[in-house]
């Protein structure tokens, strides 16, 4: 079945980095989009960036030129490269893949402190 998890989250100081990985399995990765969400406390979870198998890309205006998201075949896993990162992206980052319903990894929690 479908398997997606994250990892690489964490605790960061305003201005930092963080690469999220999300490990897909059981589907044919290669030839399917992939994006990553995100959710904050008390409001909706909303797009954060997208990859189609092909490798086009398209961000969120509130990451675009700070977070770049990219996917390795061979590996079967989507990454998310954060950098200068704000409080404002504290949220809980989940890994999408829509293969008829959307499927969703379990997530992971980034905090950026002031």
């Known amino acids: 079945q479908v398997r997606l998890v994250e990892s690489g989250g964490g605790l960061v100081q305003a201005g930092g980095s963080l690469r999220l990985s999300c490990a897909a399995s059981?589907?044919?990765?290669?030839?399917?989009?992939m994006a990553w969400y995100r959710q904050a406390p008390g409001k909706q979870r909303e797009l954060v960036a997208r990859?189609?198998?092909?490798?086009?890309?398209n961000y969120a205006d509130s990451v675009k030129g700070r977070f770049t998201i990219s996917r390795d075949n061979g590996k079967k896993t989507v990454y998310l490269q954060m950098n200068s990162l704000k409080p404002e992206d504290t949220a809980v980052y989940y890994c999408q893949l829509a293969l008829g319903r959307d499927y969703w990894g379990p997530g992971t929690q980034v905090t950026v402190s002031s």
């Open positions: 990859i189609t198998s092909g490798g086009s890309t």
């Open positions: 059981g589907f044919i990765f290669s030839i399917n989009g």
